[in-house]
């Protein structure tokens, strides 16, 4: 019962959906960049990609630290 409630409203959802894939068309993944792969896990090895992780920690910590500072400045100010 629940398994054709479920079906029908499907069918009718799929049939009434403004894009539809033509019922003979072939799909297909999209390829994988497999150089790409290889060169990110080359980085890793060398240990480039730890380099550039570490550079954009630290640059998220300087942008928090400086948010905080500035947080804290505007609480001062509005403490008489």
């Known amino acids: ?7 029908e409203a499907y069918n009718t959802f799929s049939q009434n959906t ?5 019922p003979n068309a ?11 792969i ?4 080359q980085q890793i090895d060398s240990g ?5 992780i570490n550079t954009q920690l630290l640059a998220n910590l300087q942008i928090q630290e400086e948010q905080e500072q500035t947080s804290l400045q505007a609480q001062q100010l509005q403490t008489p």
């Open 1 to 7: 019962m629940l398994k054709n409630v479920l079906a």
């Open 18 to 22: 403004p894009y539809q894939i033509h």
């Open 26 to 36: 072939t799909t297909t993944s999209k390829m994988i960049d497999t150089k790409q």
């Open 38 to 41: 290889t060169q990110r896990l």
């Open 48 to 52: 480039q990609l730890d380099l550039k």
